[in-house]
């Protein structure tokens, strides 16, 4: 979150068309689906989505459903499901190739409480060793990623700004935790923003484009898993679950001592065979509203009260062959802003998110610095620069929800 920057900027101006976005190239289908709790039929949020023998993929969206687009030949062995909890379950390329929209179901998985007795419960430890085992969990050579990456801006219930970018992500080895190395790059952008006056508010908090460098954990010692910082949370053990049909330690962490700095409260899920990191979901404590301002906001209009209310974090990690790789970030504020001396006060909520969608690891080029995405920038200052209409027409998207499409329809027709 240091060093990382995302101007909620709602401005009076043109709106830019919103469409569909990222897949594969030459996609001539579009294949549509939801994913359920196989036993309750409710549908399933950030249910990763991969087309089998391929590294293309998406995520679920709030309504339980995903899009990509994709030629025949591209998904000839079909599409794979995974979600926290749950057992994986796999489309065949026949049922994908006979049209009409999926329904895919999951199935929970049932876990045995005496799993939790390994490593005799010394989360710490734990911890301390998947940290030792970073090294050889995750990527040995550098990688690149297409990712798709947009941030929404709700006044209460209202969708007031919406961005969205195709990017390219270079990731550095893991041998040594530098997120410094790694380089994020805008390959096209597009904004949408509400022409109310009322909605006419400039401020600065953490977020932005420049999310897979910062809010890689395991890469990023300096956010949660640094030696140092270990020594300032509690970690206990909770019943383990499982991720993508494997079991998984579950370790809950929160403050153990005070700090000049807002500390996190949390869950780590590490593979209980390969000890990696797989995923990490986690918010910033907000009891002191100060430490917790500090450490999310840069900027404000004078006479502005800035009163969080949630700064939460997602971020899960793929297992490919042996190795894991980063694959789905998100991260959220909700929070008010109070006027001084007016009877003037509004609820904001702000989701960045971003879901790596293509990945290239051989021979792959290092995004030079001249081109990367600064980490100081404001996303919703330069994202028209990047638009271009023809561009989006044969790309998949993380899917949004139905509210958010009849949002953007609504401020369409302002």
Known sequence: MKGLLLRIIFLLGLMAPMGEVLASEGA???????????????????????VVGTNIGTVSNADGRFVLKLTDETVRYGLHF???????????????LQGGELQV?????AVSVREVSVYGGDARRLVEMAIERIASNYPAVGHRFTAFYRETVQKRRRYINVAEAVME??????????????????????????????????????????MPVFLDLVKNPDELLGTGELYNYNFRMEQPVMLDNRMQHVIAFEPRREQPYALYIGTLYIDQESLAITRADYRLDVSDQEKATERVLQKRPAGLLFRPQEISFLVTYKRQGSRYYLNYLRHTIRFRCDWKRRSYA??????SEMVMVDRQEQSAE??????SYPARAIFTDVVDDYWEE????????????????????RLRKQ
Do not use: C
């Open 28 to 50: 001539t289908r579009t294949v549509i689906g939801y994913v359920r709790d196989a036993a309750t039929g409710e549908v399933l949020e950030n249910v990763h989505v991969a």
């Open 82 to 96: 995974a979600h926290l909890g749950y057992h994986n379950n796999q489309v065949t390329a026949r049922e994908v």
């Open 105 to 109: 179901k999951l199935l929970p998985s």
């Open 169 to 210: 992500v270079y990731k550095s080895d893991y041998a040594v935790r530098l997120p410094y190395r790694d380089r994020a790059r805008i390959e096209r952008g597009r904004r949408l923003v509400s022409q109310r006056k009322r909605d006419t508010l400039a401020i600065k908090v953490a977020g932005g484009p420049a």
């Open 346 to 351: 509004a609820a904001y909520t702000t989701v």
């Open 366 to 371: 290092v995004i030079r610095m001249r081109d």
């Open 390 to 409: 023809d561009f989006w027409r044969d790309y998949n998207i993380i899917e949004p929800t139905e509210s958010l499409e009849t949002a953007v329809e």
